[in-house]
């Protein structure tokens, strides 16, 4: 059993754990598009993940999908889900055009 999560999470975590993934759920990437019974192969040594999906079927679950309502909309909170960037980009909280 693994972890793999676009989440972020605290060094209590154990076991096989994969965070940051991106681009993240909330920006419609494949992580988001992943259902129950979905087959994936973690290789740690070559660093990949393969998902055993075929593409049609991705991107028919990707026309399908729609960006999750932040459930927080007002303080800090809401900032944060309008303005923060990727993991990837260093998840920072600076608005770009």
Known sequence: ????????????SHGFVIGHV????????????????????IDAEAATITVHVDDATLAARKARWTRPTPYATRGIL?????????????????KFE
């Open 1 to 12: 059993m693994a972890l793999i999560t676009d989440g972020r999470f605290s060094g209590g």
């Open 22 to 41: 991106t681009p993240e759920a909330f920006d419609g990437g494949p992580i988001g598009l992943l259902e129950d019974g979905d087959e994936i192969t």
């Open 78 to 94: 809401a900032k944060y889900a309008l303005t923060v960037r990727s993991a990837s980009e260093g998840a920072v909280t600076d």
